[in-house]
């Protein structure tokens, strides 16, 4: 299968060069990178360390999607808006990582989803896919009487918070309690905050050093509390996992799916 890497320059662009160079039944047809990065003309194998490939990064993402059959995407929202919208025209699968999108941001993905397959995920690993069906069933067990809290912690250089990964989580709790996150969701606070609402998910952010990435759901209740975590020592996890997800995309139909459907995780 033909990937182009977006944000090709970056350390998550690399890795996922390197997971489409050592996969099997993937190969690289393109790399983009921004028009003003100094990278461009550059030998995309050379700059991810797997050698000479014959590509060089480009600004050109329209002529890299017309010979391509998939995208990998973990750039930002604005761009991420972009290639979404020319993977739909080319009717290619698109694979996006990228964090921080607003609800105007998604509303955009799934217009662009009728058009094209998208995988779309805050985490593309298997042990947080895992973590998240598990998290659904406890949630749905334990019921309103218990209190939940996701608490993460990311490097230091991380510019979004809560990370995709900690709102997946939280979204995961709030299908296993039927719940809009949107509007159950605490994620600030500050102050004489007042006792806790009964029902909230509440979430912490920290930040420092170089952790990948830190994943802890807390359900506390009366006299007892239950943990669930996730700890990510290496990000060719999530490239590995995003290869993967656009091999199950090839071919696919239109439609807007997730890391579960990718994995078989949908009945966790």
Known sequence: MRL???????RMGRMLIRAVHETEGATLSGALERPDSPLLGQDAGTLAGVGTLGIPVTADALQAFVVTEGVLDFTAPAATLGFAELAAQARI?????TTGLSAAD???IEAAAWH????RSGNMSLGVNLLAGLVERVARTLGPDTDIEILEMHHRMKVDAPSGTALLLGEAAAAGRDVDLGERSVRVRDGHTGARQPGDIGFATLRGGSVVGDHTVI??????????????????????????????ARGRKPGLYGMRDVLGLTTV
């Not at 182009?4 to 970056?10: I, P, R």
């Not at 094209?116 to 995988?119: D, N, Q, R, Y």
């Not at 996730?230 to 996992?241: E, S």
């Open 106 to 108: 998604l509303e955009a």
């Open 219 to 248: 359900f506390a209740a009366a006299g007892e509390r239950l943990e669930l975590t996730h700890r990510a020592d290496d990000r060719g996890i999530f490239a590995r996992g995003a290869v993967r997800a656009a091999l199950w």
């Open 4 to 10: 182009v890497v977006t944000g090709a320059g970056g």
């Open 116 to 119: 094209a397959p998208i995988v």
């Open 93 to 97: 699968a698109h694979v996006i990582g």
